[in-house]
C-alpha cells in the first residue's frame, strides 16, 4: 500500500521509484498495455466498483483471479486521501520497473535517434514518446537530468509509447556526442531560429537535403530544455543546427511541439 502514497510528490517519486524497482502505472489501459508488453504488476489500488472491469480488461490476471499480484479497493475518498489526486480514471498498479537496456543494443540497428536533453516536464516527455513512436523515430535517449519517462504522467500521456519505444540513458552528457559520432550518426541540435546565428538551417531546407544528400545517413536529434533549450556546450559540438521557421513574432514552440515537427518534417521526407 506504501507504494500509493503521496503520488502527487513529484521530487519523492522520482527518487523513491527508480530506486525500489518500480513504476506506477496510472489507468486500465495503460496497465492493460504494460502487461501486454510483459511487464509484471505487483499490486493494484482500484475503486470498489472496478474491480470486475479490471477483471474483463485484464484477461491475463482475471484467468488466475489476480493470483499473487496484491490488490487493494476503497472508494474514490480512500484513494484520494491516499494518493494525494481524485483517481478517477478507476485503477493504479505498482509495476516491476524493466532494467535498462544497453546503449549499444538500442542503438545497433536505430538510423534516427532523439536525445532529450535536461527535459524536466514529464508531460513534455511523455508527449515526445508518443510522437517518435508514431513519427518513425526509432528509439530516444535520455540524458542523466531528463526526467523519467516511466514517471505515471510521463506514461500516460506517452499512451503506453514508453513501452514499447527502445529508450535508455545516455551517460556522460555531453561528452557521449562524440560517441554518437563515432557511431555514425549525425548530431542535429534543435534549437529556435536565434539559438545559432547564421549557423542555424531552416528545417525544411535541411530536411530536403538531408533526403537528396544523406538519405543512408543516421540521424541523432537532439532537443534541449524547457524554456533554455539546448545548452552551449551541445550546440557547439553538433554538426548541425536545424530551427523551425516561426512568424507573428513567436519565437519558438514548446519542445513536444516542436519534436513532433520535426520528426513529421523527417519522415515526409524519407516516405
Known amino acids: ?19 525500489s524497482g518500480v513504476y506506477i502505472a496510472e489507468s486500465a489501459k495503460i496497465i492493460e498495455r504494460a502487461i501486454a508488453c510483459g511487464h509484471t504488476p505487483v499490486s493494484i489500488l482500484m475503486a470498489d466498483n472496478w474491480l470486475e472491469k479490471m477483471r474483463d480488461l485484464l484477461p491475463s490476471i482475471s484467468a488466475n483471479d489476480f493470483g499473487d499480484i496484491d490488490v487493494f479497493t476503497g472508494n474514490y475518498a480512500v484513494l484520494e486521501e491516499l494518493t494525494g489526486f481524485h483517481v478517477h480514471r478507476g485503477a493504479l498498479a505498482e509495476m516491476v520497473r524493466p532494467e535498462p537496456m544497453s546503449l ?54 506517452s499512451m503506453g509509447s514508453v513501452f514499447t519505444l527502445p529508450w535508455t540513458r545516455i551517460p556522460n552528457w555531453p561528452d557521449s556526442i562524440e560517441s554518437l559520432k563515432q557511431r555514425g550518426f549525425n548530431t542535429v541540435a534543435i534549437s529556435p531560429e536565434n539559438g545559432d546565428g547564421a549557423q542555424a538551417q531552416d ?15 543516421r540521424i541523432a536529434l537532439i532537443l534541449g530544455t524547457e524554456g ?19 512568424s507573428n513574432d513567436v519565437s519558438s514552440l514548446n519542445v513536444a511541439s516542436a519534436a513532433a515537427v520535426v520528426f513529421w518534417a523527417l519522415q515526409n521526407e524519407q516516405s
Do not use: W
Open 104 to 157: 549499444e543494443s538500442i542503438l545497433q540497428d536505430a538510423k534516427t535517434v532523439v536525445v532529450l536533453e535536461d527535459i524536466v516536464d514529464h508531460t513534455n516527455v511523455g508527449a515526445i514518446f508518443r510522437a517518435a513512436a508514431g513519427l518513425g523515430i526509432d528509439a530516444i535517449l535520455v540524458t542523466p537530468e531528463c526526467a523519467d519517462p516511466l514517471y505515471r504522467r510521463s506514461i500516460r500521456v
Open 228 to 246: 533554455e533549450g539546448i545548452t552551449a556546450a551541445s550546440l557547439s559540438n553538433c554538426d548541425h543546427s536545424v530551427y523551425i521557421p516561426m
Open 203 to 217: 528545417l525544411r531546407k535541411f530536411a530536403t537535403h538531408s533526403q537528396s544528400t544523406h538519405k543512408d545517413e
Open 1 to 19: 500500500m506504501s507504494a500509493y502514497r503521496d503520488l502527487t510528490d513529484v521530487a519523492l517519486r522520482k527518487k523513491s521509484e527508480p530506486a
